[in-house]
């Protein structure tokens, strides 16, 4: 069973979560098993054994497949996007304090939220895959070593974060929804919202090996809109190459992608007969601050 007072970061417990059905504070168990609510009624939320905690009552399941993450958490423990995450970190450290609560919204196995974690900020993450939380949670445990927490992983809706009003420094997605209402909801006045969306030609080189007629990139359609909850700062757009000769990464990259569910099993049997993927990688980083 999970410590949850080892596992969980006491500041995220105190000064931001909520109990998603009561909105009411929450506070770890005596055994440290579970968290409880200071409702009316105490409703309680039990640790899983990696120490994440389902707190997502209305999204029951959902998310990524246990083999799914597997498979991306391969992909990116290799180091194909290094480049992209140690661009994000050098934003957040632009824009965030160092002693502030980020909130990663959409967070998956956590590759982005333990590295920015490792730069001193305190990261609560979120996604609706409960393998992908467990993933997250139980990388953090290994990285920190004997250090003391400074995360916290949940199951839990990115439209519908069990968080306080105003309680987050900075919120991050990486590929995920974007929920610009409840991303404003939970920042501090003045915090930073960091958007991380496809460039133009990004996996353009997964593209021409898979589509007869490859195609550029049109770019998020869910930004927030200018001015309306967030005011844009900044646009960074991170470039650079990979190549990929090991053929289980070419199958856990594409199956990161829409393209997954979108390409005929014809097209999909070109990258079995790939010896080496070669393609470009774009991440576009909108950095927005709460009006």
Not at 65 to 92: H, I, M, N, W
Not at 103 to 126: I, K, M, P, W
Not at 157 to 166: A, C, K, N, Q, T
Request: contains cysteine; aromatic residues 10%; negative net charge.
């Amino acid at each position: 069973m999970p410590n949850l007072t080892l596992e969980l970061d006491p500041r995220i417990v105190s000064d931001l979560l909520i109990c998603p059905i009561c909105g009411a504070s929450l506070r770890v168990s005596e055994n440290s098993q579970s968290l409880l609510c200071g409702g009316t009624k105490t409703h309680c939320f039990d640790g899983g054994g990696g120490g994440y905690l389902p707190l997502a009552p209305r999204h029951s399941g959902g998310g990524d497949s246990k083999e799914a993450v597997r498979y991306r958490t391969a992909f990116l423990s290799a180091g194909y996007y290094q480049p992209a995450a140690d661009a994000l970190c050098e934003l957040v450290q632009k824009y965030i304090p160092t002693d502030g609560i980020m909130v990663d919204a959409g967070c998956g196995e956590g590759y982005y939220s333990n590295l920015v974690a490792d730069c001193g900020y305190r990261v609560a993450g979120f996604d609706l895959s409960k393998f992908a939380v467990d993933a997250a949670a139980k990388a953090a445990k290994r990285t920190r070593g004997d250090r003391p927490s400074q995360t916290l992983y949940a199951v839990g809706s990115v439209f519908e974060l069990p968080l306080r009003d105003g309680g987050a420094d900075g919120v991050i997605n990486i590929f995920a929804p974007c929920a610009p209402a409840e991303y404003a909801r939970v920042l501090k006045k003045g915090g930073y919202l960091m958007v991380a969306g496809a460039g133009e030609d990004h996996l353009f080189g997964l593209k021409q090996v898979i589509y007869d007629d490859p195609y550029l990139n049109e770019g998020r359609r869910d930004l927030p809109v200018d001015g309306e909850y967030f005011n844009l700062l900044d646009k960074v757009t991170v470039t650079f190459d990979i190549t990929i000769t090991d053929y289980a990464h070419m199958e856990a990259l594409f199956s990161m992608t829409p393209y997954y569910w979108r390409t005929s099993p014809a097209d999909h049997e070109k990258l079995c007969g790939c010896a080496e993927l070669h393609t470009p990688v774009t991440f576009d980083f909108f950095i927005y601050q709460k009006i």
